[in-house]
């Protein structure tokens, strides 16, 4: 089946820093993926979609500055958080459409200090 | 209109018992209907999903009832088992429409021994 890799799993960055999560499709290519965030014992939102190759699409009220996408390549996808602050922190998950299906990776937990 | 909105918030289930989640969507658009399961600190995953030409959809101990004229789908989960303990979303999205998933609010499962 298809499989999406996210690391890193746990990061914890100071206040103002940058920070990269990956997405990789490791048996498929995906044209498109998408990043959620999840906070505790809350639904995921939708941040953005990501498209191979052009700019990602971003939902209403999500900073497009502060959380950078790029995918440039048919089985990777990026998200950084940019000048992080602490209310940043939270869980960060992709996803990706695999025939009719969306596979999901394991999430990136975020603490900013 | 894009809402899914997803009953109950919480569960609790003896061992053995049949655990019900139910969600309701008001865009007659959607067409794929998946259920995902969610442990603590990890992605979300693919337990079943349907479409709308079917009326249930039967996979091991897990089964989606649809009703299409609702606007409704349930997940039940037979023989519930400790193991089953999680959180539960449905979704819904519409092929073509952007490829975006809507999910439900969660269900906090827990099944007791």
């Known amino acids: 089946g298809a499989v999406v890799s996210q690391h890193p799993s746990r990061v914890i960055c100071k206040s103002g820093t940058s920070v990269k999560i990956e997405c990789r499709s490791l048996?498929?290519?995906?044209?498109?993926m998408f990043w959620y965030r999840q906070f505790p014992k809350q639904s995921l939102m939708l941040m953005a979609t990501?498209?191979?190759?052009?700019?990602?699409?971003?939902e209403q009220g999500v900073e497009k500055d502060k959380f950078l996408i790029n995918h440039a390549s048919l089985t990777l996808s990026t998200l950084t958080v940019t000048s992080a602050h602490p209310e940043d922190s939270s869980f960060y998950i992709c996803s990706a459409r695999w025939g009719q299906s969306y596979t999901f990776g394991s999430g990136t937990r975020l603490t900013v200090v | 209109q894009q809402q899914v909105k997803q009953s109950p918030q919480s569960l609790i289930v003896q061992k053995g018992g049949i655990s019900i989640i139910n969600c309701a969507y008001e865009?007659?658009?959607?067409?794929?209907f998946p259920w995902y399961q969610q442990f603590p600190g990890k992605g979300p995953a693919l337990l079943i999903a349907?479409?709308?030409?079917?009326s249930e959809k039967k996979e091991g101990r897990f089964t989606i009832s649809f009703n299409k004229s609702a606007k409704q789908f349930s997940l039940h989960i037979m023989d519930s088992q400790p193991g089953d303990s999680a959180t539960y979303f449905c979704a819904a999205s519409i092929t073509g429409g952007g490829n975006k998933l809507t999910f439900g609010t969660g269900t906090q499962l827990k099944v007791e021994l």
């Open positions: 990501s498209n191979e190759g052009s700019k990602a699409t971003y």
């Open positions: 349907i479409r709308p030409d079917v």
């Open positions: 865009n007659t658009a959607f067409d794929y």
């Open positions: 048996d498929f290519q995906a044209t498109t």
